[in-house]
């Protein structure tokens, strides 16, 4: 499964780059607006921070005509940038288009299997499934992720099923139970999948273990 970032934060990318294990971040206009910095300057830093990873990036425009101006307009940027598009008629059009440009997709604010199947006709590269937007208002957000792999997988659309709006570990282990094939979250989300209580207490007693016998990897040589 791969696994994205979602964050316009330019420290968080460059710390998750680091660890080597990220494919790429999704942005969206909320978290672009947080950095206080401008979209442009902001997608291209992240894509250089994660060099071959997809950087989603979103359009802002409602209408046709205009969304694909902004599409174009992002995806002349970097090659590296997947055009974020949102869930409705003329979004779908757009992806539509998009794809007949071999222009990358990620279809976002999807909810249910049936839109899911429209990004998926639409020739979507990526459908951006939430989770914790429904699981807030009770409802059961991973129900419509594997639903919706399972509909890739039956009828062989070649669309990547992606988990967003990832809340807490057990959004990504859920995520790989259904067979997603990426997940996108937060920084914070990323740095806890590190965390067990056994691989703190193991490595302790190893370092305790081998400092109290004085042993060394780099023995002095005497001379
Ligand atoms: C990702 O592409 C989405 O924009 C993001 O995951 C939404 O997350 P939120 O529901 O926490 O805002």
């Known amino acids: ?13 460059s710390k998750a780059a680091e660890w080597g294990v990220i494919d790429g971040v999704t942005t969206n206009p909320t978290l672009i607006a947080k950095t206080g910095r401008g979209f442009r300057e902001t997608v291209l830093e992240i894509c250089s921070l994660v060099p071959g990873g997809a950087i989603s990036a979103e359009v802002v425009a409602t209408e046709y005509d205009e969304m694909l101006r902004e599409a174009l307009e992002i995806a002349s940027w970097n090659e590296q940038i997947v055009v974020k598009v949102p869930l409705i008629r003329d979004g779908i059009r757009l992806t539509k288009e998009l794809t007949k440009r071999n222009i990358r997709t990620n279809v976002t604010l999807v909810f249910s299997v049936s839109q899911a199947l429209l990004a998926a006709k639409a020739g979507a590269t990526y459908i951006s499934n939430f989770v914790g937007r429904v699981d807030d208002i009770s409802g059961d957000g991973m129900a419509a992720v594997a639903e919706t792999v399972a509909m890739v997988e039956n009828y062989g659309f070649p669309s990547e099923v992606l988990v967003a709006s990832v809340r807490h570990p057990l959004h990504v282990v859920e995520a790989v139970q259904a067979g997603a094939h990426v997940s996108t979250m937060p920084f914070k989300v990323l740095d806890q999948l590190f965390n067990h209580p056994l691989t703190d207490i193991g490595l302790k007693r190893f370092l305790d273990d081998w400092n109290a016998a004085g042993l060394e990897i780099f023995e002095r040589v005497a001379r």
Not at 1 to 13: H, N, Q
């Open 1 to 13: 499964m791969k696994l994205f970032l979602d964050t316009g934060d330019i420290a968080e990318v």
